[in-house]
């Protein structure tokens, strides 16, 4: 309750030093019941305040309208990686990354392949979710990941998506 006097006298402090002072004047003389004036100073004030600064304030810009994207399936780049190539495509459908096709993924060993075949699904997901090539390296799969949104990059900047 301390709490909501202080916030509420504070924004009415503000209300009297924003109003002509003839307005902050009168509503701090009014003539009035103690009841009136309590059950409108409670909630009347606050609103009054607010909805003349919400009104006079300008309207926002409108957004720049986003630049339309084809659908289709992009091409990544083939990104070299110390274990070998990382190729992806990118599926581009109603303005968003609908799917991510893994062409090449290092191979260079056994043990690589292992490592792509964990990574690259976790790597899907997280673009899916972001809408985006801007998203956490999977550890334990550093070389992978980085190809992968490398190549992943090249692709939507082919086809203009800025998401």
């Known amino acids: 309750m301390a709490i909501l006097a202080v ?3 504070a924004g ?4 009297s030093t924003a109003l002509p002072t003839s307005q902050a004047v009168a509503s701090g003389t009014a003539g009035t019941t103690s009841s009136a004036t309590s059950s409108s100073g409670s909630s009347s004030a606050p609103s009054a305040s607010a909805a003349p600064s919400a009104s006079t304030a300008p309207a926002p810009a409108p957004a720049p309208a986003a630049p339309t994207v084809a659908d ?11 274990y070998g190539t990382v190729q992806v495509q990118a599926v581009i459908s109603g303005g968003q990354i609908a799917d991510v096709i893994a062409v090449k993924l290092t191979d260079a060993d ?3 392949v292992s490592i792509s075949n964990a990574v690259a699904p976790m790597v899907h997901d997280e673009v899916l979710a972001a809408q985006s090539a801007h998203v956490a390296n999977i550890s ?3 070389y992978t990941t980085q190809g992968y949104l490398q190549s992943l990059q090249a ?3 082919a086809a203009g998506f800025t998401g």
């Open 7 to 9: 916030g509420w006298q």
């Open 12 to 15: 009415l402090g503000m209300l």
């Open 72 to 82: 289709g399936t992009y091409d990544g780049a083939v990104v070299n990686t110390r």
């Open 110 to 112: 056994r043990r690589s």
């Open 140 to 142: 334990g799969g550093t």
């Open 155 to 157: 692709a939507l900047d």
